[in-house]
């Protein structure tokens, strides 16, 4: 017959997190906790110039005084600060040539996670910087990139070759004051990617980065810039998956991106981190500040798609400063088990006939709880603002939660702002016509939930959105009540 | 084809099928008649395998073999279709893709590769011409939006396409004005060969005027009450259920 919730509840527990294994590769890592001296080590390590070593104090000085924010809709235990290592690199630093350089435990890392270099490498036109832990190992087509003046390397990297783009632009976006974490994460970030396209260019491929959390007990505090210069072009995707660990892990990344006049960004990203096992121990706390400044006739477009992590706290966002600007915000957020999610985006509209549009699709089951939170802000200067919020709600199952809070501020009388909201759940009537037309359950919630999801979908580039839908089946199987 | 023997089924503590007996051979048209609330939409379910219904008694044989313990899914593998009463919305999920997901589904089941895309729309083009249907429609969400008349068609359509051995059509003809109901009735004529069969679930009279079936069957309070061939419809047309529920049992 066809399910009973007593088989599906047993189906999902045996349901194993797929890329729940751990790489034994040699690292370096600095002993637990948090203090001046720690900053000022993990600056020297990286052998950054005095003015980020200065920057990074100052960031700590300011989340030394800061408290940890409470008004999410999620429940956890406080990660200790001083428990966590932060620094840790694999061993073998020096980048390579070639993949027969790369250590071979690393490669088969990759390869159980289905994304073997060289089939990224063959990908038309994906290079692939990854940062396994916090050091990139290996970056590609760099040289293609470089005839056309675009930079894409190591934040680190950046640092020191690039400091006048790096010193002029990071902090612009996110403050170090900004939040709890954005503060923490100015302090301490580790390695993340750099990006600058120059002006007038339209870069010739999408520009990629694979993070994996990896060393037992390090948080992880990437740091993402990417500067888009006046009327240029690039699309940025990003994609996550974890090993499994027992304790939590923290991350809290920090991505800004800079879209002067003209230009135009788009930011996709597939996170599949640990989400925690089935009684909801351990699982990645994904604490994320993405924040996008668009200047005059820029757009920004974020596409995310969240299967993964017990708790995410991310609101990618925009400023849409400059007049005619636009924003973009396309989600797709899975919670299973007893995961958790409070996510959404802000809009802040600063320039005249500045243009929003939000999409937002959550989907629960199990035992998790899914939030969105959304801030359409309309300064008194922004005339002619418009936006349009459209927050879609699945659930699976009777014991998981689907929360909205829209918040609206419009302090300009010209503005529109449409809001819609909806509330839908997986009938056993849509899996009986499914069944009766001969498709199975799992088929035929993966069937539904792709058709939920469509919309955002549809935004992502093409290789990407076979991963995410992948990714969606795989997160959601056997958990319709 | 099908045989049922003394079915009993009960949904919750209510039992609503209380011994049907029938037989559906190759090539027949069976008529399944009774007034609200007798149980021709259980049957359908039933035969269907609809997890709310359980069976208490008797047995359902479907080319000899027992359905009890078979899952929807694999009924409809096997050639068993519905066309439903009330059709589900499933938004986002265009009627090519579900088709072609169930197609394929069903082609798995019997160890058969995906059907080749070039094919699948050539069946697609057939079948929406027999049907008179405008292919615009097909890139529709499942369903959404469709009007009464639409969504049977959509269900007609999609029998054409699996092109089942036991077509059970639930009520097809309720909420069709009459140019739908005859290019529903159209559909299924068409689409009757020696080697399967319909059962249509109705009402009224109407739908039988367009497709003739060899057997109509009343059922009143989950029993058989009355067999014949068409002229029951007429009898039961004019005279309505009344006096059928007063007669003894047959």
């Not at chain 1, 470089?146 to 790096?166: D, Q, R, T, Y």
């Not at chain 1, 999801?453 to 580039?461: A, F, G, I, Q, R």
């Not at chain 2, 699996?162 to 290019?183: C, H, V």
Request: proline letters at 3%; a negative charge.
């Amino acid at each position: 017959m066809a399910y009973t919730e007593e088989e599906l509840k047993k189906e999902l527990e045996t349901k194993e997190y797929e890329y729940g294994f751990y790489t034994d590769i040699e690292s370096d890592t600095f002993p637990k906790g948090l203090n001046e001296e720690v900053v000022i080590a993990l600056s020297k390590k990286k052998e950054e110039p005095e003015w980020m070593t200065l920057w990074r104090l100052e960031a700590f000085k300011i989340w030394k005084e800061m408290t940890e924010p409470e008004w999410a809709n999620i429940h956890y235990q406080k990660p200790d600060f001083q428990d966590i290592s932060y620094y840790s690199a694999p061993n073998k630093k020096p980048k390579y040539e070639s993949l027969d350089e790369v250590d071979p435990e690393l490669l088969d890392t990759f390869k159980r996670l289905g994304i073997s270099l060289d089939e990224q490498k063959k990908l038309a036109g994906v290079a692939v910087d990854i940062v396994m832990d916090s050091v990139s190992v290996a970056t590609t087509f760099k040289k293609t990139l470089a005839e056309k003046g675009i930079i894409f390397c190591s934040i680190s990297e950046a640092i020191k070759e690039h400091p006048e783009l790096v010193k002029k632009y990071i902090g612009s976006v996110v403050p170090k004051k900004d939040n709890f974490y954005a503060a923490l994460n100015s302090a301490v970030f580790s390695d993340g990617s750099f990006c600058y396209i120059p002006k007038g260019v339209r870069c010739p491929m999408e520009l990629s980065t694979y993070f994996r959390i990896n060393q037992a007990g390090t948080g992880q505090f990437e740091r993402t810039l990417v500067i888009a210069d006046k009327g240029s072009y690039v699309s940025y995707l990003e994609g996550c998956t974890a090993p499994s660990r027992d304790e939590n892990q923290l991350h809290a990344a920090v991505v800004e991106l800079i879209a002067l006049d003209d230009a135009e960004i788009k930011y996709s990203t597939v996170q599949n981190w640990f989400p925690g096992n089935k009684e909801g121990k351990g699982g990645v706390y994904n604490f994320v500040t993405k924040r996008g400044l668009c200047e005059r006739n820029a757009k920004i477009s974020w596409t995310q798609v969240e299967t993964g992590s017990a708790i995410t706290w991310k609101y990618p966002s925009c400023i849409l400063k400059g007049d005619n600007s636009i924003g973009e915000f396309y989600s797709i957020a899975v919670t299973n088990n007893f995961q958790q999610a409070d996510t959404g985006t802000k809009m802040v509209h600063l320039g005249k006939n500045t243009k929003s549009t939000i999409i937002s699709k959550g989907i629960s089951a199990g035992k998790s709880q899914n939030s969105y939170r959304g801030l359409v802000q309309v300064n008194s200067r922004a005339d002619n603002a418009r936006n349009f919020s459209q927050c879609d709600s699945l659930l699976m199952g009777n014991e998981c939660g689907a929360h909205t809070f829209p918040y609206i501020e419009a302090k300009n009388k010209s503005a529109q702002i449409e809001h819609e909201a909806t509330t839908s759940k997986i009938g056993e009537d849509q899996i009986f016509y499914c069944n009766q037309r001969g498709i199975d359950t799992e088929k035929a919630i993966a069937l539904i939930v792709n058709g939920f999801s469509k919309e955002v979908l549809n935004k992502l580039p093409m290789e990407f959105a076979v991963e995410a839908q992948k990714l969606l089946e795989i997160s959601l199987e056997g958990s319709v009540g | 084809m099908l045989k049922i023997k003394d079915l009993h089924a009960r949904v919750e503590d209510k039992e609503i099928l209380k011994g049907i007996n029938l037989e559906v051979k190759p090539g027949e048209v069976h008529a399944i008649m009774g007034p609200n609330g007798s149980g021709k939409s259980t049957l359908a379910s039933v035969i269907a395998g609809k997890e709310d219904f359980e069976i208490t008694k008797g047995t359902i044989l479907f080319e000899g073999e027992e359905l009890d313990e078979v899952a929807p899914e694999e009924r409809a593998h096997k050639g068993i279709f519905l066309s439903f009463q009330y059709p589900v919305e499933i938004p986002g999920v265009s009627v090519t893709n579900f088709m072609k997901t169930a197609i394929n589904e069903s082609r798995k089941a019997h160890g058969k590769e995906d059907m080749p895309a070039s094919k699948m729309l050539k069946l697609i083009r057939e079948k929406s011409e027999l049907l008179d249907i405008d292919r615009k429609f097909l890139s529709r969400s499942l369903n959404e939006g469709f009007s009464g008349g639409e969504k049977k068609r959509n269900e007609i359509f999609q029998m054409a396409m699996l092109e089942p051995k036991l077509a059970i059509l639930d009520e097809t003809d309720s909420g069709l004005d009459i140019d739908a109901l005859r290019i529903v009735a159209n559909g299924v004529n068409k689409l009757k060969s020696k080697d399967n069969a319909v059962i249509l679930i109705t009402h009224y009279q109407r739908l039988l005027e367009y497709i003739i079936p060899d057997f109509v069957h009343v059922i009143h309070d989950g029993k058989i009450v009355k067999s014949g061939t068409k002229e029951l419809a007429l009898e039961l047309e004019e005279k309505g259920y009344d006096w059928l529920k007063k007669e003894p049992v047959v």
